[in-house]
């Protein structure tokens, strides 16, 4: 094929990308999720569409997983705030809350689990335990996580904060710090803050 034969097949199936996730942001408006102009959306799994708020002119990439671990409850949960760019095959697994402040960058492979699994009776299979601890999860404005980085429950990471790769965050990070590590632990400051 030459040169301008593949410009044109790439025009091809990126008008079509663009045609249907422009159907699928119509479809999940429609069951409930709050979508702000500018988004579009991707291939997702969602359990509780009205318990997802998404932000103006967001890019999401495939495969995020948008799951309210609980019953049926007035929404939203999770929250996404403006200019949020999140990563291929995300998770944010919420039961009480989990909010992510704008112009944020959320690298693929991120967890967010905003809960723990019950363990306190000993005569109970760990599958039938209930009554984890929980707690909000919270990402202030322009903070940016590495790939494969788990955020746990009660974490707060503070404004312009940066979570190196594969970290695994246990307790809050101030603003404009840089943390790293299982479990993360202070590394540096960004210059300028």
């Not at 199936?13 to 479809?27: E, F, K, M």
């Not at 999720?33 to 509780?48: D, E, I």
């Not at 322009?142 to 312009?160: A, E, P, S, T, Y």
Request: proline share 4%.
């Amino acid at each position: 094929m030459s040169a301008t034969g593949d410009r044109a097949a790439f025009r091809l199936r990126a008008n079509g990308s663009r045609a249907a996730a422009h159907l699928r942001t119509a479809w999940w408006r429609l069951m409930k999720m709050q979508v702000s102009a500018g988004t579009l959306l991707p291939r997702l799994r969602v359990t509780w569409p009205h318990q997802v708020s998404l932000g103006a002119d967001c890019t999401l990439e495939h495969d995020i997983y948008f799951k309210y671990d609980g019953i049926w409850a007035p929404g939203p949960s999770i929250i996404i705030r403006d200019r949020v760019f999140i990563g291929f095959g995300c998770e944010f697994n919420a039961r009480r809350r989990i909010e992510i402040g704008s112009d944020s960058l959320i690298a693929s492979g991120c967890k967010f689990i905003d809960h723990d699994h019950g363990t306190a009776r000993g005569d109970l299979p760990m599958r039938e335990q209930t009554g984890g601890a929980e707690a909000e999860i919270v990402l202030e404005e322009d903070v940016w996580l590495g790939v494969n980085v788990v955020v746990l429950k009660g974490v707060r990471i503070g404004r312009g904060a940066i979570v190196a790769a594969g970290a695994i965050v246990t307790k809050d990070v101030p603003s404009y710090e840089i943390w790293g590590g299982v479990p993360a632990r202070r590394l540096g400051e960004r210059a300028g803050a």
